[in-house]
């Protein structure tokens, strides 16, 4: 192949590759609303109910939250989590961030999303700080991105944030759920792309190939026509 062919060849593979890294939201949630994900570019989540997914709360001191999301596999690439009074307003405060976590600041109050769509290990924590003196049982809303079909939204936990009472406490089976799966299917998710590229660079070879043939074939033809006419056989 000449070398034309081959920058050609790669330049095409490195347009058809954008797509793939453009087709999550990469740098966050698309929205600030758990209700809202399936009427969002993401669609509805192709996961089959029970998921597996659970975020639980836990007091290790006086106001101070553990909220600690599992679920089946190595991980996930994103996620939304916010906290709701009675009124549905956002409360609280996020801290000790991970860094791979953000405030998002288009949503009104602390609500806390992915920064990149890195793989993000389980079992995955997140601290919340409840607002002085307040008391009545809050929501924690929150979903989980595994890769872009396949999204889940967890269960509501309701808390008591003064006593630390919980509707969804850590227990020893979610442990278990986080371990990482030994089954070959996240293998096999995670060289797809890799395998979808090679699919395409070898189409992109082999058409490639075909073109560069029938371009010599012509320029043999037109050359052999331009000895017939004659003397400009040496013509390029
Ligand atoms: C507040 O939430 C806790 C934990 O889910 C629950 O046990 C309690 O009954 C709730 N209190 C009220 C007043 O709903």
Redesign the pocket.
């Known amino acids: 192949m000449s070398k034309n062919t081959i920058k050609l060849l790669l330049s095409l593979l490195l347009l058809t590759s954008i797509p793939f890294y453009v087709s999550a939201f990469p740098t966050g949630a698309g929205t600030c609303n758990v209700e809202e994900m399936a009427n969002g570019d993401h669609g509805p989540s192709s996961l089959k109910e029970p998921t597996g997914y659970r975020l639980s709360a836990d007091m290790p001191t006086k106001g101070n939250f553990e909220l600690t999301a599992v679920g089946p596999g190595d991980g996930f690439k994103g996620i939304l989590v916010y906290v709701l009074n009675a009124k549905n307003e956002r409360i609280g405060e996020f801290t000790n961030l991970p860094a791979t976590m953000q405030l998002k600041s288009d949503c009104k109050g602390s609500t806390v999303t992915h920064k990149t769509k890195d793989n993000k290990n389980f079992p995955f924590k997140l601290n919340w700080k409840a607002p002085q003196g307040t008391s009545?049982?809050l929501t924690i809303k929150s979903l989980i991105v595994k890769d872009f079909k396949n999204w889940a939204r967890l269960e509501d936990i309701?808390?008591?944030p003064v006593t630390g009472?919980?509707?969804v406490s850590p227990d020893t089976n979610e442990v278990t759920a986080g371990q990482p799966s030994k089954s070959s299917k996240p293998f096999v998710e995670k060289y797809v792309l890799f395998i979808v590229m090679i699919a395409i660079t070898t189409l992109l070879y082999i058409v490639g190939s075909v073109i560069e043939a029938l371009l010599k074939r012509q320029q043999v033809k037109s050359r052999s026509f331009a000895k017939t006419v004659g003397g400009f056989g040496n013509a390029k």
């Open positions: 009545g049982n309701e808390f008591d009472a919980s509707s």
